[in-house]
């Protein structure tokens, strides 16, 4: 089935909303030096779903791989871009602590947009499932990640 123009929009709003997310963890990887390796895997992740959603584009042109019609609501992930925004704006002109630029990035990561990424596209190819499988583990450890480091952090302040 060849998607609906509303369908391809809600793509191309999801495009915008992982972009912007990397755009913040580029700002937190120039605002926190220190914690070099977290933001780049976090930015890399990102990276990696966006190129991923737009390689996508043929097959989903085609019908190939679908899009879930009910994955998620445009308008809400409009107001998740604008919190987004909102903390982009707080990391270039507030005094903004790593623990709180790290537990915003939890409750995103955590979030149930970037839960349910994954079942966004639906297909069958072994390919698909192969990256799929690959990108859903890849980004289950970027959580454990920031969760790991949130738990040492509240060791440390103990």
Known sequence: MIPSSFQMHKVDV?????ELLAQ?????NRRFPEHIDLWQKLF????SHIKWVK????????GTITINPTSFKVEALRFLMQALQTKINDLEHEPITFLQALIFAKDTEDGMLEKNFFSI????????MNK???MELE???NVNLIKSTLFD???LQR
């Open 44 to 47: 890399a992740e990102k990276f």
């Open 55 to 62: 390689s996508l584009q043929p097959e989903v042109d085609t």
């Open 139 to 141: 980004h289950q450890n």
């Open 14 to 18: 999801l495009l915008e909303y992982k």
């Open 121 to 128: 596209f639906q297909g069958s190819t072994p390919e698909f």
């Open 24 to 28: 913040l963890y580029q700002l937190c």
């Open 153 to 155: 952090i509240n060791k």
């Open 132 to 134: 799929k499988s690959t």
